[in-house]
Structures are given as structure tokens and as C-alpha cells.
């Protein structure tokens, strides 16, 4: 019975819109609201639970560039304002907030490249031998002749763990 007192209404409400054209159209634009908020509240949620992945992976960069996609459509939502402050705070410690972010080993191995790089001129790239870790080192433009500007970037599996620039002058 309760069914067929909605389906009453309903009707009514239809007959209502066609014959009282201006209704129609408030009642089209509202339905057509309605439907572009649908489509945005699934957009963000896909977009929380991309980061949600990424994050439990710990490509806590990807994490947070899906965590802000989804706070941009619905910058009000407490969930997703908690899942970017988190990321930001795992980035931090990541990167040498608590304890260093890479290996003694790792560091020596990034400075030596660092200096072949500014030696040579050119890019220099180490690898480990179990193609976790990446150390990349790259030449830059230096104002002053006696020195060379050189950024060091490691990885560890594929997710950028530290980056620096430094200056390697001549003694």
C-alpha cells in the first residue's frame, strides 16, 4: 500500500510539471543538480580510494595528489582533509623529519655522484644492484666560474625519497 501512495505522488508531481511549464523547468534544473553532484561525490570518492592505495603502497606522493583531487571537488569533507594532513606528515618524516631517509651508503654513493656530475658535466646515474634504490645526480648552471652546481636525487622504489642541490667548488 505504501507503494502505490508513492507511485501516487509521483504522478501527481508529473502532472503537476506538465501542465505548469516554469515548474518543469525548476524541477528539471533541480533534477540536473542533483545528478552533477552524484557524479562529483563518485569522482571524489574514486579519487580518496586512489590515494588510499597509493598511500597503503607508500607512493605517498601519487597519495596525495589523489587526496587533493578529491578535497578540490569537496574541500568541506573532514575524511579528506584528515587523508591530505596525514600524507603531508608521512612525506615530512620521509624526508628526514624522524630519523635519516636513506642509508649512510646510499648518502656517500649520492655525493660521489654528485661530484662526478659536477666534474664531467653530465648526468650520472647509479643503481643498486637490486634495482631498489636509484641515485641520480645532475649538473646546473653555476654563477660562479670556481663552482659547480649539482642536484642529487635518490629513489627507493620509484618514489623520490630525497632530493638536494649542492655546491661543489674547487679547493
Known amino acids: 500500500m505504501a507503494i502505490s501512495r508513492r507511485s501516487d505522488g509521483v504522478e ?24 552533477i553532484g552524484c557524479a562529483a561525490t563518485t569522482a571524489d570518492r574514486e579519487a580518496y580510494r586512489l590515494g588510499l592505495k597509493h598511500y597503503d603502497q607508500g607512493q605517498y606522493r601519487a597519495a596525495l595528489a589523489a587526496f587533493e583531487q578529491a578535497l578540490a571537488t569537496d574541500p568541506d569533507n573532514p575524511q579528506y ?21 636513506v642509508p ?18 653530465k648526468p650520472v646515474y647509479y643503481d643498486s644492484t637490486d ?4 641515485v641520480e645526480a645532475e649538473p646546473l648552471a653555476s654563477a660562479d666560474p670556481r663552482c659547480r652546481r649539482v642536484k642529487e636525487r635518490m629513489f627507493r622504489g620509484g618514489e ?10 674547487e679547493e
Open 12 to 35: 501527481r508531481l508529473l502532472r503537476l510539471c506538465l501542465a505548469a511549464p516554469p515548474l518543469r523547468l525548476a524541477l528539471l534544473f533541480l533534477l540536473g543538480l542533483w545528478l
Open 81 to 101: 582533509q584528515k587523508a591530505v594532513s596525514d600524507v603531508k606528515a608521512a612525506i615530512a618524516a620521509r624526508s628526514g623529519g624522524e630519523g635519516p631517509p
Open 104 to 121: 649512510p651508503e646510499v648518502a656517500e654513493i649520492a655525493a660521489r655522484a654528485g661530484r662526478e656530475a659536477a666534474e664531467t658535466g
Open 131 to 134: 634495482g631498489v634504490v636509484r
Open 160 to 169: 623520490l625519497i630525497q632530493e638536494q642541490i649542492r655546491e661543489i667548488c
